[in-house]
């Protein structure tokens, strides 16, 4: 037996640590925060807000058991003459449980028919929870997050005419915990508990033990009942267990046993303190649990109060909390006129102490609504307690007619709300216990707190002006339907913020194969680009993609960096205006750059009527370049967009080889600086031209002015520019026009790559061997070779005043890129340029050209529009990097739309009880 000393010291411990400390959840280092639910309850009850809405109207879902399970008159005898009898004809019932979503969990239908439905169940059910957590399902794969499932019945097993398929895979009662760590890939502990009625706050307790141990870092917990043969119906009438009239009386005169009934409920659970770090959701607090034995009784399914009462008591101590402090109980509450007595004294004996009469304690289960859910009672018990909690009362207890006065239950300090006697109190709920015990004997109890009030939510300083809203779903037919549910939803409540919403969507949703991009400035706006999605319509900001022609592995991604002559003066200007991370890094350039600059570097981008415009001033230019290129790369990387491989074009080369890590940004920044002021203060000679037609036509024309003109890039097969002596190129732009080439002269200051350089080169190349270079850490593309940079090469000062001296060989790089089977081609600058000339030197329709601002767009349509193709064509966005510098709230969104087909068993693998 339990020794009573030893519990009323570990109490007297727990009274001295209340009394000494605030019993506040965050006080509680153990404390565990329940940041999700999902259920699947009789009555419809798919969700916690129809079932909040079936406890708070006072529904009875019980019902006559259903044909398709077994043909009831055969078995029911109130009599029970036969051992092969039950004195019920009622239950629990959920429908569709032969229905199922095989491709959402990459199971094939004949896998999925062979599983036992209580696993296809707890695989529909936790996806819905994860969703109600705002954790995407897709990015939990690989991470420390254990599975706690409590069952006990397996009667789809009872149903096989033959020995179970794939091992037993699907019908073994290990598996059921099993599942759901392989099909999602978690790599916490899996742990399938059976401890009767008790399984699933077992589970539970589990579940918050191993986040305290850091076994795992996010847990499922729950547990599955399915009620599909007659069996154990069979049985526990037998045993008297069952009503006669269906129904669980419980705390009533007339309670006579229970009805069973089926479903399923799972809570997702973390630390209490990494909750509130991530901004999650938090429903409510697990602040203690315990679990504990009966022993030895008069019978093994006989209860013992003494055990009961140390299990209340052993989880108060652990969560810290006084007894009269619980204003309300989730008893197990079965309607046994033995259980229910033993239980009541049990919370009587241990709550009644220190309790005033203002301090009146209800009780409740939720039995009476929806049967005894056997493994799955004790969460469908702490769920409704978390509801009581969230919404701040106590729903009607069903079936009561007379108070039992066997329970002996002190009124004046325990209620019970009733339809006739509904809740009413002052203070409000803080403190919920849940009760849950096995008929083996097996006990446990949990308390609860409501969750602490969530920070006030600042209203943004600065907002972009449009956001982007993405959708996915297995396939086209259910992103429609995904699509349609969101329409609705807007409809119902069209005053919700589009930017929380789109946060909401984007960081809470799987993104699986087939996709949907919207770009969007109103909720008004999101809605009419889905109405023309589901309509087969095309709308400006609106990109799908259906995964019909889909690699198996996303594309590669090549960022090209802009050149000079790409700059224009407003260049990010909106984007500065409304992106923090991209106004900091700028921000940080111009700082430190004012040394080494006659001016601000920001008002030689954003200058006001007063200023000069000096950006076409390569001392300006280049340094602006640089800086801004690198921000967007900042911001880039930020949203979860790294590349695999770097190239610039000239002056794009040194934001390239920063960004693949050749040296740090205050080096880079220092390195342009001095190149732009070098090339600055040489006498302002020399001219450039494009051209439009072959190299070697090129080459043929200025060979006689070798010594005056040079190829300063080759851009695409049929663009090429040259540079040198202004004489000399007026000389040969006649020559070339002549021959009906067409030549466009470039508004330049200097010959850049030309011999007109030589006379800095030495200066720089002493500038440059200051510096400790690093070998990049990424694949470069070299101007100077169109190839990847060979392993282990530095960029040192030779290759620098190389690079400034010689030609620059894009229409190469590019085509190097291309062949190394890059699919992605991403401008990181101020403009379009080097994608349109990218496209010139691959066949027609190689990989997405995308660029990072345009001259004639919104800064941020030009960046939406680029995201939107790398979410559909399958590239990883991190979300959360993507509005990590906004005031975001998380919305509560509709579920995935299962696309449910019929997985069972042919009629002759299975019996089918009742049958002729």
Not at 319 to 344: F, N, W
Not at 640 to 656: C, L, N, Q, R
Not at 903 to 910: F, G, I
Request: include cysteine; charge should be negative; hydrophobic fraction near 40%.
């Amino acid at each position: 037996m339990q020794n009573n000393q030893a519990v009323q010291a570990r109490y007297a411990r727990a009274q001295d640590l209340a009394n000494s400390s605030q019993t506040s959840s965050v006080q509680n280092l153990d404390a565990i925060a329940i940041v999700g639910l999902g259920c699947r309850f009789p009555g419809g009850a798919d969700s916690p807000q129809t079932f909040w809405q079936l406890l708070q109207t006072g529904q009875d879902a019980i019902c006559e058991v259903p044909s398709d399970r077994w043909q009831v008159d055969q078995f029911y005898d109130p009599e029970l003459d036969s051992n092969n009898t039950m004195n019920t004809r009622w239950g629990g019932f959920i429908d569709g449980v032969e229905q199922f979503d095989p491709v959402l969990f990459g199971l094939s239908t004949a896998e999925a028919a062979a599983m036992d439905p209580q696993q296809r169940l707890l695989l529909e059910v936790s996806w819905e929870a994860l969703e109600n957590a705002g954790l995407a399902p897709d990015r939990l794969a690989g991470s420390k997050t254990g599975v706690f499932i409590g069952s006990w019945v397996y009667d789809y097993y009872k149903l096989l005419r033959y020995s179970p398929s794939r091992g037993g895979t699907g019908v073994a009662s290990g598996m059921t915990a099993n599942r759901l760590s392989h099909v999602y890939d978690f790599r916490g502990p899996s742990i399938s508990v059976d401890t009767a009625c008790s399984s699933s706050l077992v589970a539970v307790h589990t579940a918050c033990q191993s986040l305290r141990t850091q076994d795992s870092d996010l847990a499922i917990a729950g547990g599955v009942n399915l009620i599909l043969a007659p069996n154990w119906t069979i049985a526990l009438s037998q045993a008297g267990m069952m009503a006669a009239d269906g129904r669980s009386k419980t705390f009533d005169h007339r309670a006579d046993g229970y009805v069973r009934g089926e479903g399923c409920g799972i809570v997702v659970l973390k630390r209490l303190a990494d909750a509130q770090a991530a901004g999650d959701p938090i429903l409510a607090v697990i602040r203690g649990s315990a679990i504990n034995q009966d022993g030895r009784t008069k019978g093994i399914t006989a209860p013992n109060g003494e055990a009961q009462q140390a299990v209340i008591r052993e989880a108060l101590e652990r969560a810290q909390v006084m007894p009269e402090q619980i204003d309300y109980v989730e008893a197990h509450g079965t309607g046994t006129p033995l259980g229910d007595k033993t239980e009541v004294q049990s919370l009587v004996a241990v709550l009644e102490e220190g309790r005033s009469p203002d301090q009146r304690c209800f009780l409740g289960s939720v039995k009476a609504n929806i049967g005894h859910l056997e493994a799955a009672a004790g969460i469908a018990g702490l769920i409704k307690a978390t509801l009581c909690l969230q919404q701040g009362e106590v729903p009607p207890q069903l079936h009561i007619q007379q108070l039992n006065p066997a329970l002996a239950l002190p009124l004046e300090k325990f209620a019970i709300a009733t339809p006739q006697q509904p809740y009413t109190q002052t203070q409000p709920l803080r403190f919920a216990g849940v009760n849950s015990f096995g008929y083996g004997g097996t006990n446990a109890h949990i308390i609860l707190e409501v969750a602490p009030q969530p920070k006030t939510q600042r209203s943004p300083e600065i907002e972009r002006p449009e956001h982007l809203f993405c959708l996915a779903a297995k396939k086209e037919k259910t992103l429609k339907t995904l699509a349609q549910l969101y329409i609705e939803y807007l409809e119902a409540a069209p005053t919700t913020p589009l930017a929380d919403l789109c946060f909401s969507v984007n960081t809470s949703r799987a993104h699986l194969e087939s996709r949907l991009a919207v770009i969007a400035d109103s909720t008004q706006d999101l809605k009419q680009h889905l109405q023309a999605f589901i309509a087969g319509e095309s709308a400006e900001g609106l990109v799908t993609d259906t995964q019909k022609n889909k690699q198996a592995e996303p594309p590669k991604i090549a960022f090209l960096f802009s050149g000079q002559g790409s700059q224009y003066v407003e260049m990010g200007r909106e984007l500065y205006e409304t992106q923090p991370t991209f106004r900091k890094t700028l921000d940080y350039c111009d700082a430190f750059l004012r040394p080494k600059l006659q001016r601000s570097l920001l008002s030689v981008l954003y200058p006001t009527a007063a200023d000069a415009p000096d950006l076409a001033n390569t001392a300006y230019s280049q340094p602006a370049l640089f800086a801004l290129e690198y921000a967007l790369a900042q911001l880039w990387q930020q949203w979860g967009i790294e590349p695999d491989v770097v190239m610039g074009h000239s002056i794009g080369e040194y934001t390239a080889a920063c960004v693949a890590g050749a040296f740090s940004l205050e080096t880079g920044l220092t390195l342009v600086a001095e190149r732009g002021r070098l090339m600055a203060e040489l006498p302002p000679q020399g001219a450039m031209a494009a051209v439009f037609a072959e190299r070697e036509a090129v080459e043929a024309v200025i060979a006689p002015f070798a010594a005056q003109v040079s190829i300063a890039a080759v851009n695409s097969p049929t663009q090429v520019v040259i540079s040198g002596e202004t004489e000399a190129i007026a000389s040969v732009i006649a020559n070339l026009e002549d021959d009906y080439i067409t030549c466009q002269p470039l508004n330049v200051s200097h010959g850049f790559h030309s011999h007109l350089m030589e006379p800095m080169l030495a200066e720089f190349a002493d500038f440059v061997a200051q510096f400790d270079l690093e070998v990049p850490r990424l694949p470069l593309v070299s101007n100077l070779t169109g190839e990847v940079l060979p392993q282990g090469k530095i960029q040192d000062a030779t290759y620098w005043c190389n690079h400034i001296r010689q030609g620059v060989q894009f229409e190469q790089g590019i085509q190097t890129l291309q062949q190394m089977g890059y699919g992605i081609f991403l401008e990181v600058g101020p403009h379009h340029t080097l994608r349109e000339l990218g496209k010139r030197c691959v066949p027609k329709k190689t990989g997405q050209w995308l660029t990072s601002l345009h001259k004639k767009q919104g800064n941020w349509r030009s960046l939406l529009i680029a995201i939107q193709t790398l979410y559909t064509q399958g590239i990883a966005i991190d979300w959360v990097g993507f509005d990590q510098d906004y005031p975001r709230q998380r919305l509560q969104l509709p579920n995935y739309p299962f696309q449910r087909k019929r997985c069972w068993l042919d009629e002759s693998e299975l019996q089918f009880y009742g049958q002729d």
